[in-house]
């Protein structure tokens, strides 16, 4: 029987009003700053970077999802302008809530112990949650003339965030595969 891998992350989709206006801005970058790497994927915060899984064995991520997110609630969520991490990415800034650190901590411990899915790079150093609008293919001097315009720009955001969302990649870009409510009281 042949075994099929796929890639997956697991991450936070803010509301739809939210996804349009950053999925506005990664079009902006990609018609004035050439930069369109951001526009495979919906807007979101990632919460578990990219990992391979067959696909025969889905269910038991989906269970194993499932039953995180009934020890976990809703998850306030703050985006407050404009970051970078120079010189290659500017995202729209999170707010680090206690929620979102718990979180996130939370489920790559789950999914370590569970499932045995580690991404070693994110043990390794902080979370810093954000919301890629341009990255990969933004060069070097198309940063620095979008960083000067996006620096100082305005962009706020509270919500909540009532779901984690499974995506997987579909070898050209990351779609939804399943959505898993928080529902935690």
Known sequence: MKLSKKRFFIALLPPQE?????????????????????????PHITLQPPFEWELEDLSRLEKQLDKFCQFHSSIPMILDGFSAFKPRVIYINVVKTPELLTIQKNLMSELELSLDIVHEVSKSRPFNPHLTVAFRDLTKSNFAQAWAEFKDKKFYFEFLIDHLTLLIHNG??????????????
């Open 18 to 42: 939210v996804q349009e206006k950053a999925t506005e801005i990664k079009q902006y970058f990609a018609q004035f700053y050439h930069s369109k790497a951001a526009l495979k994927s919906p």
């Open 172 to 185: 050209k870009m990351w779609e939804v595969y399943k959505n898993f409510l928080l529902t935690h009281k």
